[in-house]
């Protein structure tokens, strides 16, 4: 039952492989090309990997129809979870994702802050109070030792004229 | 200058104190990301790529191939402690380092595993010194057509010899290769595959590739399939010492290790797991007592941590003499080069001789610092496992973000990390290797441009790219890797019929 539904969701990841080597060969196709006599078309090696990438989704796609289901990544020294828990995978990328909307607004201290809460959620720690404390040590730490030591710009957000 | 003066030379630069620092918090870096199992080498370099905005090139690089030797030493820890490999390489070690631990015996095996990495580490890193230049000063005659075909043997090994399928090291290696085509083409200025995002026009960038790759698909797949899993530490008893009939078991596998690690990180043979596991073989061959192993015999742990450590010296070779890197590590290493505006290659040793040198140099040195650190404070890097998966996972997330995002502090680098980071998610669910869609993503613009300098300068006859014996040569190499596993995989089935 399990080794079906793995199938399933590799034949979907295979066959939008062999989608995207398609819509690669198609834009690479219709793109107007500058003029210039070049000995090699700039075209080459796209056309050239977009067919291998078709070629070998295909074959990779027959390959799992007759069986050969890909082994997931184990986790070294654990036996692990058989299925992918969606609930956890969706906390974590909110997490991500939530760092990416707020790191121009809030600051790369609170924003990180966010997303460290959100990765310890998905880890199932209940103490929010002290992941939050924790989170803003470590990303404010981060943010004074990059924006004063190592000359990188973060945004202050929130924080701009205080730190 | 010979290279033992040049090696002087190193010595010199390399004992500044900024430098040995560097060297030190290298050492510390590395063997941590080598403890903690789901953070390897190429992930901490990766994460540490910042510090080129402000850090020199020597004291950088000083710091990243100390973190490369650390993570060897660090993952044999793991791997005898806990059965639990931080890295690839160290998954032999754990068949027997364990057994060994269990039967008490974890101090020897720890000690046999540092002792035998330190020798192999010093031996290899002389062999780089006097082969590496050498090697280069072969490699400038080395044509663009030859290039085309070292490349190819690189992405031809190691999809075939990494992961659990050839056919899925080859999409992972196309799909890095398509990465790499992403923006402006120099030659004729066509914008490819950026899909009318203005964005794109610059590129994806390597760094923010490696760092969601690594640590952002890792953190969403061990979240979403393996949070409940835990460590169980195995308690170790008395100081990390040998006996004498150890140090007698000990001396020829670390010998052998390091003769059968060293070539093999030299030629693109995929990463230190067929090193590693040629050793254990070899050992398993030769020992007066076969029937400890499986059990725990000291001789299994001391063969393949000695071919872990020639090998991580070895694959040096390729990427300093030729530009090629031969594994993740030492791709994200030519990156680091690479953002100091360094090219490495065949005039590498010619156009950054001291810098070469002081590198070389500091890897005699963090080798010597990594005995002195890791024997005596085993027990601390042991404590290090008790940090909380929770926290360890949310740190290493804000700081992969923090370092796609501030490589051009662009919204365009984060869009890119978190699709990266998805993609990493699917292909450790569905076996996909990493290793060649960095290599693809890395390599592939460089094989583009050689293989059109090569048609350019043959005014469009493609019979230039099999025209020299080196190139005949690899081609000849590439169809043996390509057909090889199934002739053998033929004869073993026929053999089995029979």
């Known amino acids: 039952m399990q080794n079906k539904k793995s199938a399933k969701g590799e034949l979907t990841f295979v066959g939008s492989l062999f989608l995207l080597g398609l819509i690669i060969a198609i834009t690479t196709k219709v793109q107007e090309m500058p003029h210039l006599n070049l000995t090699v078309s700039p075209r080459l090696f796209p056309y050239a990997f977009s067919i291998a990438l078709m070629g070998l989704s295909l074959v990779l796609f027959i390959n799992i129809l007759r069986g050969d289901i890909a082994e997931p990544e184990g986790l070294e020294g654990s036996t692990g979870s058989e299925k992918t828990d969606l609930k956890v995978f969706g906390i974590v990328f909110l997490s991500l994702l939530a760092f990416a909307v707020l790191i121009e607004p809030v600051g790369f201290a609170t924003a990180g802050t966010a997303t460290f809460v959100g990765v310890t959620i998905a880890f199932d720690y209940k103490k929010y109070l002290r992941a939050a404390l924790v989170g803003f040590i470590f990303c404010f730490l981060i943010y004074f030792t990059f924006t004063h030591y190592l000359h990188v710009q973060l945004p202050a957000g929130i924080f701009k004229g205080i730190v | ?498």
């Open chain 2, 1 to 498: 200058m010979n290279n033992v003066t040049n090696l002087l030379h190193g010595f010199q630069s390399a004992l500044t104190l900024s430098n040995l620092l560097f060297g030190l918090l290298g050492t510390f870096l590395g063997t941590l990301v080598g403890v903690l199992p789901g953070i390897g080498p190429a992930l901490a370099i990766a994460l540490l790529l910042p510090i080129t905005y402000t850090v020199g090139p020597a004291s950088a690089l000083i710091m990243f191939a100390a973190i490369y030797y650390g993570a060897m030493y660090g993952g044999s820890t793991t791997s005898i402690l806990l059965n639990t490999p931080g890295e690839s390489g160290s998954v032999i070690t754990a068949l027997e380092g364990n057994k060994m631990a269990r039967a008490g015996k974890a101090g020897a095996a720890l000690a046999t595993a540092a002792i035998g990495s330190f020798v192999a580490g010093l031996i290899a890193t002389a062999i780089l010194a006097f082969a590496a230049p050498s090697i280069a000063d072969m490699a400038i005659k080395v044509g663009s057509a030859d290039y085309v075909a070292l490349m190819l043997m690189a992405f031809m090994t190691v999809s075939t010899l990494l992961g659990s399928s050839q056919i899925r090291g080859f999409i992972a290696l196309t799909i890095g290769l398509i990465m790499g085509l992403v923006g402006a083409d120099l030659q004729s200025g066509l914008t490819r595959l950026t899909f009318g995002y203005g964005a794109a026009q610059d590129g994806i960038e390597t760094v923010t590739v490696i760092v969601s790759i690594f640590a952002l698909g890792e953190a969403l797949y061990i979240a979403s399939r393996f949070k409940d899993a835990g460590w169980k530490i195995i308690p170790m008893k008395g100081r990390a010492l040998m006996s004498r009939e150890d140090w007698k078991r000990s001396w020829k596998p670390w010998l052998r290790g390091t003769f059968i690690g060293f070539p093999l990180g030299v030629i693109p043979a995929g990463g230190s797991e067929v090193p590693t596991f040629l050793s254990y073989a070899a050992e398993k061959n030769l020992s007066k007592y076969p029937e400890e192993f499986g059990k725990g015999a000291i001789e299994g742990v001391a063969g393949p941590e000695a071919a872990n450590n020639a090998n991580a010296a070895g694959a040096l070779v390729p990427l300093l003499a030729l530009g090629l890197p031969t594994s993740a590590t030492a791709a994200v290493i030519l990156v680091a080069f690479q953002t100091y505006q360094i090219q490495p290659g065949p005039t590498l040793f010619l156009t950054n001789g001291a810098l070469i040198w002081t590198l070389i140099a500091s890897l005699f040195i963090g080798n010597t610092l990594l005995l002195v650190l890791n024997l005596p404070l085993v027990r601390v890097w042991v404590q290090l496992l008790k940090v909380p998966r929770h926290f360890l996972f949310a740190g290493i997330v804000v700081f992969a973000l923090l370092g796609a995002y501030a490589l051009n502090t662009a919204m365009f680098d984060l869009q890119v990390a978190l699709a990266i980071g998805v993609l990493g998610f699917l292909f450790r669910r569905y076996g996909m290797p990493i290793t060649p869609l960095i290599l693809g993503l890395i390599l592939g613009p460089n094989l583009e441009l050689q293989f059109r300098r090569a048609i350019q300068i043959s005014a469009g006859d493609y019979s230039t790219l099999w025209a020299t014996p080196l190139s005949k040569f690899l081609y000849l190499g590439i169809i043996a890797v390509a057909v090889g596993p199934a002739i053998l995989k033929y004869v073993k089935k026929r053999k089995a019929s029979l």
